[in-house]
């Protein structure tokens, strides 16, 4: 039985050094040699010719993927022994997963491996949108001080005593909302997903209504994974609920929010502001208006960006790959919506 498992990404050439630098190789193999001793790993560039990269991987049981790879499903229909495809990222909107589970191939994400990482990027996105501190940080920059730091009172707000909406109460929503009850928020939450009370109770959350909690948030922050059931789910109808004063913070997939309907609102300021990690188009384009509007924040979808996220993704995955390898069935499977 084969315990071949593949890293399948973009190592700029296949010369194995360039390898080991450019995905920290030594400290993935030594991990596995601690951990996983029943692990065989190879390494494979995805930008190589497309049959190279199927008899390198052939026998493999498991591939890993980092980033996208585009012929990945074609990949896998070549691979009689595959049973696993893990991603190192949270998304794997990017993968076939229907037809890939029609071949008997199960899609593992990283388990939670960046939450804690996105969880604090999307509040430090909510106190740098209540405080305007992109706008502070450049006017302390450009030498103008206070004077180029405009703005009425209304617009700068703490977040103690906020009524905070979070859409998806797993294990990114989860720990904004237990890091944000010690912050004096009120948390209240959307989910399709049924938690018992448990759970409930140890996020110090309550769950109500997609309308009611777009109509009483003062923050409404998006931690859902990226589907068809998911795309735009917020637009035009969702933010004419929403309160003028209201924030919206998306960390998670940028179609998740209709970008148009997010503009217009904006540009209107019939809601307050946004943080966002992520748009629709990636990298966002330069004549993009949410780039103009000073209400807005935006980061380049890097809320994951934390050694801690890499350390525990490496640690998952291979843990997975492991499982899968000893016969065992998979941790994180995304099934296909």
Known sequence: MSNKIIILGNFGNSDNSSLQKDFQTQEILDLAKKNHNNLKIGFVNNQEDFQQIVEKCKDAKVIIAQG?????????????????????SAGTEWIDKPQLKEMGIKVSNNGGANAVAVAEHAIGLMFAVNRKLDIQIDSAKNGTWMDGVEGDRDEFQTLVGKTVGIIGLGRIGSRVAKRLYGWECKI?????????????????????????????????????PYDRLTRHLISQEEFDLMKKSAILINTCRGGVVDEDALIRTLESKKIRAAGLDV????????????????????TPHLATRAKQSEVNAMHNVLANASRVIDNKEPEWVVEPV
Do not use: G, M, R, W
């Open 68 to 88: 996208k790879y585009e012929l990945l499903t074609d990949l896998c229909s070549e691979l009689k022994s595959l049973k696993l495809v893990q991603t190192i």
């Open 188 to 224: 209240i939450y959307h989910d399709t997903q049924v938690f018992d009370k448990n759970y409930e109770k140890e996020c110090n959350a309550k769950k109500v209504s997609l309308v009611e909690l777009l109509e009483h948030s003062d923050v409404i922050t998006l931690h859902v």
């Open 279 to 298: 748009t629709e188009v990636e990298p966002i384009e330069e004549n993009n208006p949410l780039l103009k509007l000073s209400n807005v924040i935006i």
